[in-house]
Every structure is written in C-alpha cells, then in structure tokens.
C-alpha cells in the first residue's frame, strides 16, 4: 500500500491566514543540520573551513517565457504573485518542515511524525527553484539515510519518529513519485549551484536516475510502475500522477546514452492519455488513477486495484495530472498532451459555471458516469492544479477563468495553511503560475 490522500489530515499547526499582497511572515526552517553524507565522495574532508556559499545562477524570481499563448492572471502584478509565493513557502516551511531524528530535515506528512518520499520530493524541488540550499542539502541527506532496500539510489518510501529515529516502516522500498522529484530536484540543484562543492549533485541526480530506468520503469511496455517493489503482472499497471513528462524530458537530456529509453517512457505517457481521450474522457479529458494495459490501449482499472475502490477514477492521485500535464506544453514546447488539457480546462469550466469553488474532490472515469463527482466537498489538491490547467485556456472565457482560479486558491476560497498534501501542491502551483518554473 502506498499513500494516499483520501482522508486529507489538516494539522492546524499554524492559524490560518488569508494570502494577500504584502504578507509578512518572518519565519524560518530553523538552523541548518549535518545532512549526513551517506558516500564516501560527497563527505566534507576536514572541518568547516568558513567559505562562502554558492551563489544561487537561477534565483527567484525568474519570470520564465513560456508558451507564447500560455495564460497569467491579471488580476494580480508580477510583484503581488512573486510575494505570494515568497510568502507562502516561508509559511509552508514553518508549518511541515521538521529536524527531529538528527539525520536531517523532512516534511510532516499526516500528523502524526511521519514522511513519505512524495513529500520529501516535493520539499527538495521547492527548495531548489526558491535557492534555499541549506534546507535543499539537509533534505538531501536526509534521502540518503533512508534509501530503499532494492534500488541503493531510491529513497525508501515512509519513515516514522521512534524513539526519537526516524525508522522505516511498511516495508523498505520506493515509491515512483518521490523517486522521480527526488531526481529532478538534483537537476535542479546542479544548475543552480553546480556541482563542484561538497555535493555531485548531477552525479547523484544520475545515479537516482540510473536506479528509476533500472527498478521503476517495466521494460516491456517501458511504462512507470508504482515503486521499485513491482513484480510480475503489477508492471502492468501505470500510476497517473508519475505521469511528469517534463521531468522524462530532462531525464533525457542528462542521461543522453539512454535517451531512446526515457523517449519511449515519453511516448508511453502521452499514449496513456491520448488512449482516455478515445475511451471514457472523452469530453473531460479526465484521467484515472491506475491504468493496466490491456491488449493495445491503456485502461482504467476497474474498481480497486491498489488503494481505493475508485482507483480508476480521477481521485487523490490523478488529481494531479492537469498540472502535471500542462507543463510540458508551458516550459518545453511540447504539444502532445495539450489537446487533452485544453478539454479538461473547457470541460471543468462549464462544470463549475465559471466559480471554481464549485471544484469537488473527485469524479467518475471508469466506475461510474464520467465526469460526474464523486464527492459533494471541494479540496486544494484538486482546485490547485485545475488553476495550472486553466494556462491552457483559449477563447473568450478563457482569461477570466484563469483569473478566477488565481484567487480561488491564494485565498478566496482556501485559507493558507490547509494541509500537507493541498499545501505542496499550491506552492508548486503558485511557482508555475507567476512564471517561475523553469527547466534544467
């Protein structure tokens, strides 16, 4: 079992406060703990010797170009969302970010001194696009004190506070999508700060990367499985929310003797969601949770397959994938998941009657009429990546909606601190919205 957010836990650790324009909050991580080299080559040799930090090449903000047709609120001043978004990770640190255990730093995942890869991805990559190498360097050794017991290079998937250790629980093994972020946050890390100091991280990052093709990828449809614990005909299956298509790209471009392989796993994304476009989204442009291969085509699962009985259903996983999904288009060019896009932002649009507070936490793909909720309450985790999606737009309606899901999420509609899981994702929405998300 792997996690999943489908009881979303809201800590309450920090009062909830409005996101506006100018919001103050001067909080920090805390100080900056020994990460705890885990190889030889990455081991300071001696004592500090006192000199000066890398400087940041590619420090916030950025204000990327992005596809020329790509869509930004109006609504809000380059500066107001570039505050928003220095805001609102300082908060986001304060809340999550924990030291406990001595090995480093980690994200508070569910309330009760938890983490799990996914959220230690999401922290590393943060940290990267916001020059935050203290925090970037404790995460990352951090990972290496928990690698998993099959890919040496993974980070095993969930550790829990014990005695004042963090320890492994549920089995020592990845998960994809920590696996994935992980790697892609040292791309990141090598182009910010490079890597001559006491971190390789490009050769690290290409050893994360060397472990994903090897344990996280089925060679004979050359699909990503859930963790590098696959066997038999559990590499059949394909995750949603491991469908990060810009990272593939990158992957590509730094591991360039296996190339043709990552274009495959590429080809295999955009397979899987051109497939639902002729199948049951049709008109959504919606994609399931799980998929399973089934004779030429990628199909949703029926029922449950791995962790709910809407495993086939756009939930707590797939949610992420019109976020996901758009990036290929805004940072790399690349068309081939656009048309799918554009019909989730038409569809999700008319939906809601243009309010995305109307978003709800869920609808049907397979295991009931497509496109109908599941749920009658709305959460982050889906409005935030709807609000990415809404960049693909075009028409008339377009803009506004654009406008309207900016101010859904940085606080007419949510508070700033929600929970772990919506809050990592809004922060990484926030970055790509006010054109900050750029690629290595």
Same mark, same amino acid.
């Given at each position: ?45 001696? @004592? ?5 930090? @890398? ?36 908060? $986001? ?121 090897? $344990? &996280? ?44 392989? $990552? ?24 994609? @399931? &949770?799980?998929?399973? #291969? ?61 309010? @995305?507070?109307?978003? #709800? ?39 506004? $909606? ?20 919506? &809050? ?17």
């Amino acid at each position: 079992m792997r996690f999943t957010a489908t009881d979303p836990v809201r800590p309450g650790r920090v009062a909830a406060l409005v996101l506006t324009t100018g919001l103050a909050v001067a909080l920090t991580a805390g100080s900056w703990v020994d990460p705890g080299w885990s190889r030889a080559a990455d081991r300071p040799s001696g @004592p500090a010797t006192g000199g000066t930090e @890398p400087v940041a090449t590619r420090p916030f903000p950025q204000h990327v170009r992005y596809a020329s047709t790509a869509l930004k609120p109006t609504n809000a001043t380059q500066d107001e969302m570039d505050t928003i978004v220095l805001d609102q990770y300082a908060l $986001w640190k304060a809340t999550y970010l924990r030291f406990d255990g001595g090995e480093g730093s980690w994200i508070e995942y569910d309330g009760a001194d938890s983490t799990v890869s996914e959220a230690h991805g999401y922290g590393m990559v943060l940290a990267a696009y916001l020059g935050d190498k203290a925090v970037f360097d404790s995460m990352y050794g951090y990972a290496t004190h928990h690698p998993s017991n099959i890919g040496p290079h993974l980070m095993a998937w969930k550790q829990t506070l014990q005695g004042g250790r963090m320890v492994d629980v549920e089995g020592g093994d990845s998960a994809t999508d920590g696996d994935l972020d992980i790697a892609y946050a040292l791309l990141l890390a090598h182009v910010q700060w490079g890597s001559d100091g006491i971190i390789d991280y490009r050769a690290r990052a290409r050893e994360v990367i060397h472990d994903i093709r090897r $344990w &996280d990828v089925a060679k004979r449809f050359s699909n990503f499985t859930s963790g590098d614990w696959t066997r038999g005909d559990y590499r059949r299956y394909t995750r949603s929310s491991d469908f990060m298509a810009s990272h593939v790209l990158a992957f590509a471009r730094y591991d360039r003797a296996h190339a043709a392989r $990552w274009r495959k796993v590429y080809r295999q994304i955009t397979k899987a969601v051109d497939d639902q476009l002729g199948l049951r989204s049709r008109r959504t442009g919606l994609l @399931p &949770d799980f998929l399973t #291969r089934s004779g030429a085509r990628w199909v949703p699962v029926r029922g449950r397959w791995l962790e709910s009985r809407h495993d086939g259903d756009f939930y707590w996983n797939a949610c992420r994938t019109p976020w996901r999904l758009a990036v290929p288009w805004l940072v790399d060019r690349r068309t081939d998941t656009l048309a799918a896009q554009r019909r989730t932002a038409r569809w999700i649009r008319g939906r809601t009657h243009g309010h @995305p507070a109307r978003i #709800r936490a869920g609808y049907y793909v397979r295991n009931g009429r497509p496109g109908a909720r599941i749920s009658g309450y709305r959460d982050l985790a889906f409005s935030a990546p709807m609000a990415v999606n809404a960049m693909v737009g075009r028409g008339r309606a377009g803009p506004r $909606w654009m406008n309207r899901t900016w101010a859904s999420i940085t606080g007419r509609d949510y508070p700033a601190i929600t929970d772990y899981y919506g &809050d990592a994702i809004r922060m990484q929405a926030l970055l790509i919205i006010s054109g900050n998300w750029w690629t290595p």
